[in-house]
């Protein structure tokens, strides 16, 4: 984004400031070279030019435009200006560390920055005595929809949260998490569960029946992994409170695997709130 100036000569005058790349994401330690665009009122290049940097966040800027990510395992969210005279541009940075990832909500007022397509859909709010994550039924668009985590090429790990559907006029939410492109989905309005990797074309689905109540909490978990050139998918839903199962609730295979995808949740709460708390992620190999 930038701030724009008026001028006789739009062709002379430098109006924009694009900061380059615009958004990124990045481990801790990383670095970034950013470039400084200058563009005329009819958004025709200019040059490139030196321009003073300052961070709303932490890392490290050096005046060439060289970012370098903190270390540590916060998830962090850092936006980038850049001003060249009476102009600035900005730019923002995501700081995901490697897994393993623990979500609670005790010290948040709303959905981690560094999610994408969260905030808006969901709210922290009071739930049952604590903090929680509400996906809220009061959105004129996105009641259904994803939202992910972090890394794209991110494979073989597990996914768990607790999850709790409301209940409103008799009807249920879907509930699901997302790994590696696959969901599993714990749906109301069917009283199914079920592993998928696209809602439209079921083509490696699996459906079975699952019973589950309004207003209880329940532990689910999804993991994905591959194994030669298929993807294989367990998953396991639980009241919370009770031992885990031993054996998994559900299991897919894909042989058009999806090799690797970010973490991330689905939901739809057209017709009744979803409840999250407490959710991991973290690789399959992990003790």
């Given at each position: 984004s930038a701030t724009s100036t008026s001028s006789e000569d739009t062709s002379s005058a430098a109006a924009w400031v694009q900061l380059v790349p615009a958004e990124s994401m990045i481990r801790p330690g990383e670095k970034i070279d950013f470039k400084v665009n200058i563009y005329n009122a009819n958004g025709e290049f200019m040059s490139t030019q030196p321009a003073k940097f300052t961070l709303d966040g932490p890392g490290q800027m050096d005046a060439s435009g060289l970012f370098t990510a903190p270390d540590g395992q916060d998830h962090l969210a850092i936006t980038v200006t850049a001003n060249v005279g009476d102009l600035a541009g900005q730019a923002r940075v995501r700081v995901v560390p490697p897994l393993p990832w623990s979500f609670t909500f005790d010290e948040l007022d709303d959905a981690p920055l560094t999610w994408v397509g969260a905030r808006y859909r969901h709210i922290v709010r009071e739930v049952d005595g604590s903090k929680a994550l509400v996906k809220v039924t009061t959105i004129p668009k996105g009641a259904r929809s994803r939202c992910w985590f972090g890394h794209p090429e991110l494979a073989n790990y597990t996914i768990e949260a607790d999850i709790k559907?409301?209940?409103?006029?008799?009807?249920?939410?879907?509930?699901?998490?997302?790994?590696?492109?696959?969901?599993?989905d714990l749906q109301g309005a069917n009283q199914?569960?079920?592993?998928?990797?696209?809602?439209?074309?079921?083509?490696?689905?699996?459906?079975?029946d699952f019973p589950w109540k309004p207003n209880t909490w329940y532990k689910m978990k999804l993991q994905a992994s591959v194994e030669g050139d298929q993807a294989h998918l367990k998953g396991k839903v639980w009241i919370k409170g009770t031992p885990e199962p031993e054996k998994w609730t559900i299991e897919a295979v894909d042989k058009s695997a999806n090799t690797h995808g970010s973490p991330g949740l689905f939901g739809n709460a057209k017709d009744a709130e979803i409840h999250l708390d407490n959710i991991r992620v973290y690789s399959n190999d992990a003790p």
């Open positions: 559907g409301a209940e409103k006029d008799g009807k249920m939410p879907d509930i699901g998490l997302i790994a590696q492109g696959y969901t599993i199914k569960l079920q592993i998928r990797t696209w809602v439209t074309q079921l083509r490696m689905a699996t459906t079975i």
